[in-house]
């Protein structure tokens, strides 16, 4: 056996502790009882509001599909500051939205997207408690893209109505044209309509680039 093998089994054989952010039930529960057969370790559900963060877990996995961006940032942004070495993935992310660009925080290593199987799952949760990255290529290649962008000042002469400004708000909290419509009391069509020429004031081709934007600016 191989001496990263070696080193990897018994880093399993260790009893390594998650703390998982989001609601206490059935799916938690089950996916807690998964986690813990398949990596051999302590699975606890806290909350990202209401629980002190006061124990070192090896790893936080945040459920986004329960929590508003702000909460999400919120609750990094306090890990950070108490345990400035910690581990902390993000689970249930919708591709194309805001939540994807947390990953620039550095002491968040893993992003799971919502379409993620148990196996994807198991392994990227193994990499995170052996201190590797597990990021999706989208993510990674946004990142580096930004690092090779030089700073613009272009968002001192983007004007927005406030409804292009609530349309985008939304976008950043990864609401479907259909929810935005709804919420808006509007068509899914006039949604389009603002979404065209949102994207062309701001300079981007489509939903993924406008919440780089939003991210950016």
């Not at 909350?47 to 459920?63: E, G, N, R, T």
């Not at 500051?81 to 805001?98: E, F, G, M, Y």
């Not at 939903?207 to 991210?215: F, K």
């Amino acid at each position: 056996m191989c001496v990263d093998s070696q080193q990897q089994n018994e880093r399993e054989k260790e009893v390594c502790s998650i703390a998982m952010v989001g609601l206490v039930n059935l799916q938690t529960s089950l996916l807690g009882e998964y986690v813990s057969n398949h990596l051999n370790c302590r699975f606890s559900i806290i909350k990202a509001k209401s629980q002190k963060i006061d124990d070192q877990y090896d790893l936080f996995l945040v459920d986004c599909s329960v929590f508003e961006l702000e909460e999400v940032r919120s609750f990094i942004d306090r890990v950070q500051h108490l345990h400035p070495d910690a581990n902390v993935a993000l689970l249930n992310v919708v591709k194309s939205s805001a939540y994807v660009m947390l990953a620039k925080w550095p002491i968040v290593n893993g992003v799971f997207y919502s379409d993620t199987s148990e196996t994807q799952l198991t392994n990227g949760l193994r990499e995170l408690l052996n201190n590797n990255l597990w990021l999706p290529r989208g993510i990674t290649d946004s990142l580096v893209e930004q690092l090779r962008t030089a700073p613009s000042d272009n968002h001192a002469n983007v004007k927005l109505t406030r409804r292009e400004n609530q349309i985008l708000n939304s976008l950043a909290n990864a609401a479907t044209n259909k929810q935005i419509a709804f919420d808006l009391k509007v068509s899914e069509h006039t949604i389009k309509t603002h979404l065209y020429h949102i994207f062309k004031k701001i300079g981007v081709r489509n939903r993924l680039e406008a919440v780089n934007w939003i991210t950016r600016n």
